[in-house]
């Protein structure tokens, strides 16, 4: 299939990465500065440009990969340049509406992407959505050469799909970041000493319901421990109200567990 990827970023790098591999033809890259265009291009082998009225016509995708921000300007220029393309947006919040053709699509690859971590598509979700059944089926077919497990989802499924990925992923994450500075400010123990923890929690989740994988003082709502894990933030007012809140839902959780038993 031939191709051409708007954007250069983080997901871009990834998806161009993975679509060269599953044999598609890149015709073009495009980005709004030229360091990361020509390093992407190079990568996939194609040519480049930083003009959105210099992108080629001719490619039967159009995967525009850009930030939220901008994604409505990119998709109203490529659109004016030919109405006819087929427009396709990668992102998990924004709605297929946000591009302004009658020919549009979203294909939303939902993980975590980083430029200089190349990950494997085949194990990433998928989730298509477009505006006719005719390009609804070449999408599919696009997203079944990258993925094992593609589904099809609306944009309002869509949002809260990246919304509980935020939960999945992001809150997480900073989670990990909270836990390694109170690490290195009380002891200056390495974060490393975590990972086996964080490594099992994961593994758990592939086998038993979150709900039912969770463990820890709020659970048992021990508030002893508690009590004494408050007192050790009371320097930290933000995230002594994050452990309170965070810990009242893991109780609320439970409840439910117990209601539904």
Known sequence: MKLILIGAGNLATNIGVALAGAGHDLLQVYSKTEQSAEKLAAMLH???????????????????????????????????????????????????????????????????????RIVDFKRIPCFVEAANDKDGELLRGLAETLSESVYEANSEARKYLHLSAVFCCNFTNHCYALAEKLLQE????????????????????????????????????????????????????????????????????????????
Request: a negative charge.
């Open 46 to 116: 194609c040519p480049w440009t930083t003009e959105l009225k210099e992108v080629s016509d001719g490619a039967d995708v159009y995967i525009i990969a850009v930030k939220d921000g901008v994604l409505a300007d990119v998709a109203q220029q490529l659109a004016a340049e030919h109405e006819e393309r087929f427009l396709v947006h990668t992102a998990g919040s924004m709605p297929m509406e946000t591009l302004p053709t009658n020919r549009r699509g979203v294909l939303y690859p939902m993980q975590t992407f980083s430029k200089e």
């Open 186 to 261: 009380h002891g200056g123990l390495p974060f490393e000493v975590m990972l086996p923890l964080i490594d099992e929690t994961a593994k758990k989740v592939h086998e038993l319901s979150p709900k039912k994988a969770q463990t820890g003082p709020a659970v048992r709502w021990d508030t002893n421990v508690m009590e004494k894990h408050m007192q050790l933030l009371k320097d930290n007012p933000q995230l002594q109200e994050i452990y309170r809140l965070l810990s009242e839902s893991v109780r609320e959780g439970q409840k439910t567990i117990t209601n539904n038993h």
